[in-house]
C-alpha cells in the first residue's frame, strides 16, 4: 500500500515493503530518510566469566542484574550490549559478571542508518530462588522484550550455565535513502596468528579443542585499515589446555581519508576440533570474512607454537571522506 500526503512544501510517503514496515518522508531539501521497523533475532546465550567464589551458589540466590543496550556502529550495524552480574546471596560470595557485544543487524546496500527511534535500553533485576531457568517480559515500549537467564542450577554453574539471552521487541531505525558512491578492495589474508598458551600442558591430546575465533576491522589514522583477530582454544576435559589471545594487522592503506567503513567489520566461528587436519569455517558472502582456516589439535604439542587462525577477507566496501 502507497499513501501519499502533499501540503504546502512536504510530502510524506508510507510504504509497507516485504520484511518489514517503512515510512519515507521528504520536506523541503531535507534529504529523504525512510523508517524501517526491524524483527531482530535474539542475542546468543551469554555466560559471564567467573569472578569470585567457589563455582556453586548453592541455593544461596544468586541475586542478577541483567542489561542491554543498543547502538550503530560503523553506519550500517546496530550492536547490542549485553551484561549480566550474579552474586550468591551468602559467604563465600560466588560471583560472575561481564560484558558481551553482538552484532545483531547490518542494513543492506550502501544506505546508512541516521538514528534509532524506538528504546535502545533495559534493565531488570531479580533474586533467584530456584533451579530453573528464569523469564522476564519487559514492557512493549522497550528494547528488550524478555530477559531469558540462568542463575542458580545443580551442581556448578559460574561461569559455565548462569548467563542471558536477550529477545528483542521491533526495533525501529532511520535510515537515508538516497545511493552514495563507495570503494571496494579486495585484501590479502592475515599472518597466521598464534596465540599464547595460558593454561594446561601444550597438548590438546585429541580432546577437542573447543575452538572460538572472530575478526573486526576499523580505520586508524584515518587512511587504514586494520583487523583485530582474536582466538581462544580449550581442551575439553582435564587437564584444559588452553590457549587465548589477539593480534591487530594493518591490512590495507588508502592514498586518501576513509570517511567510513560500509561494509561489515565483524566476523565470529566457533566449532569443536575433531582431527589433527587444519579447519575451514566458511561465512557468507555479506561477512566480513570469507573464512577462518583454523588448527587447532595436531600430532603432538601445538598450544602456543601451532594451534592458530589465518583470516580471509570477503570485499571491503568504505566511502572515502
Same mark, same amino acid.
Given at each position: 500500500m502507497l499513501l501519499i500526503e502533499r501540503g504546502d512544501d512536504n510530502l510524506s510517503v508510507s510504504t509497507a515493503?516485504?520484511? +518489514?514496515e517503512a515510512a519515507i518522508l521528504l520536506k523541503g531539501d531535507r534529504m529523504p530518510v525512510e523508517t524501517v521497523t526491524l524483527d531482530i533475532n535474539p542475542t546468543p546465550f551469554f555466560i559471564p566469566p567467573?569472578?569470585?567464589g567457589d563455582r556453586e551458589f548453592k541455593g544461596h540466590g544468586p541475586a542478577v542484574q541483567v542489561s542491554t543496550r543498543l547502538l550503530i556502529r560503523n553506519s550500517k550495524e546496530l550492536w547490542a550490549t549485553v551484561y549480566m552480574h550474579a552474586k550468591e546471596t551468602?559467604?563465600?560470595?560466588?560471583?560472575a559478571e561481564g560484558t558481551a557485544e553482538y552484532l545483531?543487524?547490518? =542494513?543492506?546496500?550502501?544506505?546508512?542508518i541516521l538514528r534509532i527511534l524506538s528504546d535502545v535500553n533495559s534493565f531488570t533485576s531479580y533474586t533467584d530462588t530456584d533451579h530453573e531457568v528464569d523469564y522476564f517480559d519487559m514492557p512493549a515500549g522497550e528494547l528488550v522484550r524478555q530477559f531469558e537467564c540462568v542463575g542458580d542450577t545443580k551442581g556448578d554453574e559460574a561461569g559455565i550455565k548462569t548467563g542471558v539471552r536477550a529477545h528483542f521487541n521491533p526495533v525501529k531505525i532511520e535510515v537515508e535513502t538516497s545511493e552514495v558512491a563507495y570503494k571496494t578492495i579486495q585484501v590479502d589474508p592475515t599472518p597466521?596468528?598464534?596465540? *599464547? =598458551?595460558?593454561? +594446561?600442558d601444550r597438548d590438546f591430546g585429541g =580432546?577437542?579443542?573447543?575452538?572460538?575465533? *572472530?575478526?573486526?576491522?576499523?580505520?586508524?589514522?584515518q587512511t587504514e585499515i586494520w583487523a583485530r583477530i582474536w582466538m581462544h582454544a580449550k581442551e575439553t576435559k582435564s587437564d584444559w589446555t588452553e590457549v587465548h589471545g589477539s593480534t591487530n594487522f594493518m591490512i590495507y592503506r588508502h592514498?586518501?581519508?576513509?570517511a567510513e567503513l560500509v561494509s561489515s567489520t565483524h566476523s565470529q566461528g566457533s566449532y569443536t576440533d575433531t582431527d589433527h587436519t587444519d579447519d575451514e569455517?566458511?561465512?557468507g558472502a555479506n561477512d566480513l570474512v570469507a573464512r577462518f582456516v583454523c588448527t587447532g589439535d595436531t600430532g603432538g604439542n601445538e598450544a602456543g607454537t601451532r594451534t592458530g587462525v589465518v583470516v580471509h577477507f570477503n570485499p571491503i566496501v568504505f566511502r572515502e571522506a
Open positions: 515493503p516485504i520484511g +518489514g567467573r569472578v569470585g551468602q559467604a563465600d560470595w560466588t560471583e545483531v543487524y547490518r =542494513h543492506p546496500g550502501t544506505k546508512r597466521k596468528f598464534v596465540p *599464547s =598458551h595460558v593454561g +594446561g =580432546h577437542g579443542p573447543q575452538v572460538e575465533v *572472530s575478526a573486526t576491522i576499523s580505520v586508524q589514522n592514498d586518501r581519508p576513509i569455517l566458511t561465512l
